[in-house]
């Protein structure tokens, strides 16, 4: 995964579950991800070592994945989003018993049916 996918990735995660970082996981973050500040910047303004920085990094961003991994709010999300998409493609494209039948399975998928 290049790195640019890699920290899109990242950043839809901690759109989901920064929250549940500290406060200082959620500013080193923040300030490196968004802000766009290096390691050495980071570290001058919390007074702490660059390793410091990028451990911290490293840890908050397996977090995030780990958050992920177990609750999976970001793909199922991306599914509703999807089926959503799909609905309404189906009204677009027929207005007939078909559709409506296309739309009723498309919201009983999201139901979990």
């Known amino acids: 995964m290049d790195e640019l996918t890699k920290n899109e990735e990242l950043g839809d995660l901690y759109a989901y579950y920064g929250t549940l970082l500290t406060q200082g996981q959620q500013s080193y973050f923040e300030d490196y991800y968004y802000n766009d500040l290096s390691l050495g910047e980071i570290a001058v303004n ?56 296309e739309i009723t399975n498309l919201l009983n998928q999201l139901r979990g049916e």
Do not use: F
């Not at 451990?55 to 089926?83: A, F, G, P, T």
């Open 46 to 101: 919390h007074h702490v070592s660059r390793q410091a920085v990028y451990d911290n990094l490293k840890r908050s961003s397996k977090i995030l994945q780990n958050y992920e991994d177990k609750l999976h709010m970001r793909r199922d999300n991306d599914h509703i989003e999807n089926v959503l998409a799909d609905v309404l493609l189906s009204i677009d494209n027929d207005d007939s018993q078909t559709a409506k039948n």
